[in-house]
């Protein structure tokens, strides 16, 4: 699995980092970004938070 985050839809709301704090952060520019791929078992709230992101800003492939 893959996640992507397009960083001109990003709005920075913190929802992704609250739900993976392991696979998503705030970059340099304030806006989230991927730290890691999603191992094993965390497909589920990955895809939970890429669902969940008001602005679609986040791609799950995989």
Do not use: H, W, Y
């Not at 992507?4 to 709301?13: S, T």
């Amino acid at each position: 699995m893959k996640a992507e985050v397009n960083q001109d839809l990003c709005i920075a709301c913190g929802l992704c980092i609250s739900m993976c704090p392991d696979i998503f952060e705030l970059d340099d520019t304030g806006k989230a970004a991927v730290i890691r791929e999603p191992e094993a078992g965390e497909e589920d709230i990955t895809r939970d938070a890429a669902i969940s992101c008001p602005v679609d800003a986040i791609a799950v492939t995989e």
